[in-house]
């Protein structure tokens, strides 16, 4: 504790004792063993990799070979390890220059001034998973905050996008409007979709966490009946294909078409999001009526707080960022909806309950979180390329990494970190007002 | 079977829940604890029940020091428990959550119902207590699944049998037929304690009373002593606080309730019709034990209980049934009774909880956008002003003593333009020097001409804040009354007495 912030105890209370300034490296040494949010976050992160790691190591045919050596002769051990060394090093080595930039390349193209779209698509590509993803996730995590589970996420994010794409593909104006009255349509319909579930919690005490569950079903039977029926199905289609965008209602390539790179002017959106969610949380009345709710149900009723009109409220915020998320991600990337439009892998809205939870909720954590999701999904695509080693073994460490933040205590131990557990447990309200 | 408690003493943090409590119960005899909310029994029976673990002290079961570790323990030794709060699954048959966790078994692992339910019908038989096995539970009426409770406990053989404020949830006439079967379970033999705040009941049933206090024993009491005896016993006499005063001055009245009615949680009528005028420069303190009405009461007036009938006038407009936000707005004040429930964020920081309730307000906030550098010099003003001792305004309260917490919504209510304060058990919990703190803020408000009203289960303070005391018994005003009136008086009057017969 630095001696200003104790000026103000009086001489009863104040530490017994007031510590010299530390020297840098007792101060290095502190932050390294403090219980800070990013600090736990990144020994959750090694450990995920290393859980990763030993999933290699037992799930790769070559180097449990290696490893079963050793019990004919033990002078292969140092073989062992160094196949079971390759072999991860292989895989992370590849997650790493799929997702983020390949350094060979990079001095390549540094050098020769060639070959930049090439030695940037890693990157582009992340930020245009990231994109939607982070969208979804803060939307997620300002419920959180509040205390209430969005669960429907996805959901919201399938209405989003088909009602975006309605806008988008059967509507004509011009692109400085055009673009905007789509992305409004994709938040109109993620509200529409998430105010059931508020009205429903707020008015009658339904639970949201079920309600918004089984509202992903609705949504999906909701976007196969869109996709295969007359006014959106895409003209001469039979298949479950909707209508595709007009060039005026999509998010263009930041670096233009011609550079092959995906990344589009999303990422602005996604910004304009984390900025707006930031100010909503930290700076606004409205944010600190949603953050007293979520800590303490009673004391923001004692305090004027409307739990209803915070319940209904948080749920059109948190939906209409899914929508909005929904309609990024048909507008920056296939720029039409098919049947299969979030679905199983691709379900952006499950994932950002995670992002979220890494991210604790906040706005800045979701964007290093999502990043990280990204980087790790895409990734993955390309050690399965590369190794072999399937895809899945991402979405293990993206788990063992979320695990081991939800459980700082452990964290801890492992680490032998000090200070409040406060400060470093994830807390989830699940406060239920009333009911 | 002989129970001793020798010596218990139970901490949690720097507060003492029980101080070096001994009392001993004799076999056959039902002894009372008699204390207020908050004075230490519940803690005391989970020492005995083995689910909290005593600091210091020891327990004795006939004369042998008998360590308890766990409930399992305590059931081995023959001590079963009634809580307050039933532990039954509601859905399952009499039977069944009879046997739930000790279950009778046959071969292969089935549960022997046929034995378990002879068995219930035996001891629902022997102790008159007429419970039919195989009834479902959520079919049966409290006061039934109370004594499935109860034969729950004598089914493991229990000798002493606690009862944790066991007529809080039934009428009057189940309560009659509990006092029944407390008086043959003591005839066979059963040792029972019988933990209540309620004096009429106490004297009717035990043999011997402890009073306990601020988790110490106040002192022994036969069911001969008054009930107004009692109650000063309860509420104690130890804290003399003495407050500086200007001269008694009121001037018009401020709030006029009339003839109020508020409901508990449970439908049941709490507030019965209460009247009362507070006027400008006068406290009116509300005294009474704790569970008269006085938490619902004051719920009705902050607007966040709904108000049955009657009117509540501040200034001569109607607030009855305003939502919380419009009685702050209306300039009402609050301090809640319980302060880390109802007034506090426990992990936001002493800034944001000293503009809990006006976070919009001008210079708070603009267009929607809170303004920190108001909200910071805001909280270092009042820091400063109302001494509390805080590391830095940006530590969480959760951090701060229960005294400076409860300085932080003094702070805070007593800052803000206010026309009335209400405050609900402002010192509970609180040491001594907060207590006389927050009596001075109170009464230096009252010394600036406003009217306040001070809901108190502890007669000094009722004494040392009120101009006027009106004592609340089972919803009603039994009585208002100067400060210069006998501790006996008003014991009767808290004990329901009428004016006349206590003599005022």
Known sequence: MSDAATSKAPPEEAPTENPPRPALYRSLWARYTSTSPIIVALYALTLGLVFGAIIIIVTTPAVLDAWREIFRHWDALPHALNVSFNNVGAAYRAIFTGSVIDPQGFWHSLTTGQNWPNTLTPLSETLTYATPLLIVSVGVGIAFQTGLFNIGANGQAVIGGVAGTVVGSMVRLPTFIHLPMALVGGILGGMLCAAVPGLLKAYTGAHEVIVTLMFNYVTYAFLLYAVLSTPFQQPGQQNDIGRTLYPSAILAPLFGTKSGLRVSYGVVVAGAVVLFAWWLLDRSSLGFDFRVTGANPSAARASGISAKSVIVIVFLISGGLAGLAGFVQVASTTHYIDGGFLIGNAGIGFTAITVALLGRNRPVGILWASLLFAALSVGGRNMQAATGIPLDLATVIQSAVVLFVATPILVKEIFHLRGTSQASTLKISTNVWGS | ?504
Do not use: W
């Open chain 2, 1 to 504: 079977m002989q129970l001793e408690l020798r010596g218990i003493t139970k901490r949690f943090g720097s507060l003492t829940a029980n101080d070096h409590i001994s009392l001993t119960v004799e076999p056959g005899q039902i002894h009372s604890l008699l204390g207020e909310n908050g004075a230490g029994k519940s803690t005391l029976m989970n020492v005995l029940f083995g689910l909290l673990s005593p600091d210091e002290g020891e327990i004795l079961i006939d004369g042998v020091v008998t360590p308890i570790h766990d409930s399992g323990d305590a059931v081995r030794r023959g001590i079963g428990m009634v809580h307050q709060h039933f532990m039954l699954v509601p859905v399952f048959t009499v039977t069944e959550n009879v046997v739930l966790g000790f279950e009778p078994t046959k071969s292969l692992d089935r549960i022997d119902y046929k034995r378990a339910t002879q068995e219930i019908r035996e001891l629902s038989h022997r102790f008159k207590l007429d419970v039919d096995p195989e009834a479902t539970l959520e079919n049966l009426p409290v006061g039934i699944q109370q004594r499935v409770e109860i034969i729950k406990a004598l089914s493991h053989d229990a000798e002493l049998l606690i009862l944790d404020e066991p007529t809080a949830v039934l009428t009057p006439q189940e309560i009659e037929a509990l006092m029944e079967i407390m008086r043959s379970l003591a005839a066979a033999g059963k040792s029972i304690l019988f933990i209540t705040h309620k004096l009429k009941e106490v004297k009717e049933i035990a043999d011997v009373i402890t009073v306990i206090r601020l988790g110490k024993v106040v002192g022994t009491a036969e069911p001969t002593m008054s009930e107004g005896e009692l109650a000063s016993m309860m509420v104690g006499r130890s804290v003399n606080l003495t407050v500086e005063k200007t001269a008694y001055d009121p001037g018009e009245t401020v709030l006029e309730i009339r003839d109020l009615v508020v409901r508990d949680d449970r439908g049941l009528v709490a507030v019965d019709g209460v009247s009362l005028d507070i006027r400008a420069g006068e406290v009116l303190a509300v005294a009474g034990v704790q569970g008269n009405g006085q938490t619902e009461f004051v719920e009705a007036i902050v607007g966040m209980r709904r108000v049955e009938a009657g009117t509540i006038t501040l200034r001569g407009v109607d607030i009855t049934n305003l939502t919380p936000r419009e009685a702050l707005d209306a300039g009402l004040g609050h301090i809640p009774e319980d302060r880390q429930r109802d007034g506090l964020v426990l992990s936001m920081s002493v800034a944001d909880n000293l503009v809990l309730n006006t976070p919009r307000r001008a210079p708070f906030a603009k267009c929607g956008t809170r303004n920190f550098a108001a909200i910071n010099a805001n909280a270092e003003r009042l820091v400063h002003d109302f001494d509390i001792r805080t590391t830095s305004i940006f530590a969480p309260v959760s951090s701060l003593s229960g005294g400076n917490q409860q300085k932080v919504i003094v702070a805070r209510e007593l800052s803000r333009p206010l026309e009335f304060l209400v405050a609900s058990q402002p010192t509970r919990g609180l040491d001594v020097g907060s207590i006389e703190y927050v009596h001075r803020q109170i009464i230096e408000y009252r010394n600036r001409g406003n009217g306040s009203l001070i809901v108190t289960s502890e007669l000094d303070e009722a004494y040392a804040l009120g101009d006027r005391i009106a004592v609340m018994y089972e919803g009603k005003i039994s009585g208002v009354v100067e400060p210069s009136i006998s501790r006996e008086s008003i014991g009767l009057l808290m004990a329901g007495s009428s004016m006349a017969a206590a003599g005022v």
